[in-house]
């Protein structure tokens, strides 16, 4: 079929859409709330991942739950497939919409309605933004741990959709770790409580199946979170290295030791220059590594630490040692790392960021292999991560407006995952799967194992509506990938040690 057939198809399809879904709709959501202009649908385009883009059929913004289940009905009475959005800080076109499928934006739903001492808990809507809940919280001394880099702006609704992770993740769990009880609504507009106030419940682990489920199980619309208590002191370290063998040495060494840091992280030369360049943050701008490394816990347990991670770093050649003495010191360390982001869109228009976790031993092996891949494709590869979990963060830097670069940019990308997966590890540890790491989904598990991704979809969305396309590829997409990908039976770099 010619792209001038489809296109017809896809214009008749929204027409139709159009006329049945917007009445119905109607009937309980405020027009207002009812973007259909392309000049309003244009902000809900695309994610972060900013190089895929769609236009919504149309955008939908509730404000109560039972708006929420209406939109569902109706969708689900019409087969139109629907696409939640919390803040679209999304780094795998997860919230980007369907073709000719509903937005439904989540935003307004922003209030923290209960904060519970005596449980540690809050009962929250799904749009509030992650670093309110510990602004909230922090007069109680409590705070909420998951602190993705985005945490300004993103909602705890898509952390939980995507299980995001951040810098004290290593010590205190990622958002799966951090949650009690969710309220969902179904496809077909049921309201469903799962998990509890207990730290159990009875029956299958739902809470956990739908942390991360990226909006294709059902739309959350209440978090229990749970709430920690501000530690009585931290300390937060950061060490230069001449070379990232001694710098990946360094983050094996210190867990070795048995000493879990709230946060562990490493970036490289050009990551290093960039952010100094953006945040003048006083980092060591000739190191080819820095670590950094942060100690919480009672007065004397961080001291402790602190002295034998010293003796690690000294033992590993570190040199122009910082260490906070206040908070205001430690707000300056991660302040400039959790702009890297910011800093890498001075170097390139585009930024496609790698999330493939791996075996820490791993860490100077796949970074040195990754260098090689960066090389071959003669591409800018800045890397910035959570190396506590061995959660590496390359960032491909590159223009998608030259076709040329774009292409091999998503080769090169593919190549850093497999080399991910190769050596033992995973192709997400913390941004999802979206589309962005659609075929990789191929790579890491057996056409059985996606089967079952299939089912469990199905038995939750038996029409395949909600957010459809993304995050468990095709049987046959996986063939089409693995014929185009794997050439003569073998990886990237077939003789790799695995961990
Ligand atoms: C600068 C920057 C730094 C980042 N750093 C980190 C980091 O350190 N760690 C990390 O984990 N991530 C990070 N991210 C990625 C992103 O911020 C997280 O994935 C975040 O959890 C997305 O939240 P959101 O509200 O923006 O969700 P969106 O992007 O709007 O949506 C993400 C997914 O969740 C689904 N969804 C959203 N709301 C709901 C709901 N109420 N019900 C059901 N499904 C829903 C969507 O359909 C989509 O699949 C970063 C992003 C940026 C831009």
Redesign the pocket.
């Known amino acids: 079929m010619d792209t001038t057939m489809n296109s017809n198809i896809a214009a008749n399809i929204r027409t139709q859409r159009l006329a049945s879904l917007i009445p119905m709709l109607s009937q309980m959501i405020p027009d207002h709330a009812i973007l259909s202009e392309p000049e309003q649908l244009k902000a809900y385009e695309c ?2 991942f900013t190089t895929m883009r769609q236009m919504p059929l149309l955008t939908v913004l509730p404000d109560t739950i039972e708006q929420v289940q209406h939109v569902m009905r109706c969708c689900h009475a019409l087969d139109i497939p629907v ?9 795998t076109a ?2 980007m919409p369907v073709e000719n499928g509903v937005l439904l934006g ?1 935003n307004k739903f922003d209030k923290i309605h209960d904060i519970d001492l005596h449980n540690r808990s809050a009962w929250i809507d ?2 509030v933004r992650n670093q309110a809940v510990s602004d909230a919280t922090a007069p109680y001394n409590l705070y909420f741990a998951p602190d ?3 945490q300004l ?3 705890v ?6 299980n ?4 004290h993740c290593l010590k205190y769990g990622l958002t799966v770790h951090n949650i009690l009880e969710l309220d969902v609504i179904t496809i077909e507009g049921e309201r469903i409580t799962i998990g509890g106030q207990a730290l159990d419940a009875a029956g299958y682990d739902l809470l956990a199946l739908m942390t991360g489920s ?2 294709l199980l ?4 209440g978090i229990r979170v749970k709430l920690l208590a501000k530690p009585a002191s931290a300390r937060v370290l950061l060490a230069a290295f001449a070379t990232i063998e001694d710098a990946g040495n360094a983050i094996a060494e210190i867990i070795g030791a048995g000493i879990i840091p709230a946060g562990l992280e490493m970036i490289d030369q050009k990551g290093i220059q960039a952010i100094e360049a953006l945040m003048h943050a006083g980092y060591p701008v000739n190191a080819a590594a820095v670590v950094i490394c942060e100690l919480d816990g009672s007065v004397k347990e961080v001291e402790d630490e602190l002295n034998s991670v010293l003796t690690i770093l000294h033992r590993l050649n570190a040199s122009d040692i910082q260490i906070s003495t206040n908070e205001a010191e430690s707000k300056r360390i991660w302040a400039a790392r959790k702009a890297a ?2 800093a890498l869109a001075c170097l390139a228009p585009d930024n496609y960021v790698m999330d493939g976790t791996i075996p820490r031993r791993a860490l100077a092996q796949v970074w040195t292999k990754i260098n090689l891949l960066a090389d071959e494709y003669q591409l800018l590869v800045v890397n910035v991560f ?1 190396a506590g979990d061995g959660n590496m963060h390359p960032s491909i830097l590159f223009d998608s407006s030259d076709e040329d670069q774009h292409k091999r940019a998503t080769e090169l990308g593919t190549r850093i995952l497999e080399l991910c997966v190769q050596v033992g590890g995973t192709i997400s540890g ?3 799967i ?1 589309l962005e790491k659609i075929n990789q989904m191929c790579l890491q598990f057996t056409n059985n194992e996606i089967s079952q991704f299939h089912a469990l979809k199905s038995a939750f969305d038996s029409k395949a509506l909600l ?1 459809p396309g ?1 995050q468990i590829p095709t049987l046959a997409r996986c063939t089409e990938f693995h014929s185009m990908h794997i050439h003569n039976g073998e990886m990237p770099f077939p003789h790799l040690e695995r961990f």
């Open positions: 994610d972060a696409v939640a959005r919390g803040a679209g800080t999304g780094l997860g919230s989540m799904p749009g993705p880099s985005s702006a993103c909602s609704g898509g952390n939980v959709a995507e995001a992770g951040g810098v990226e909006g059902g739309i959350i619309v982001f910011p959570h913390e941004h999802g979206g957010n993304k």
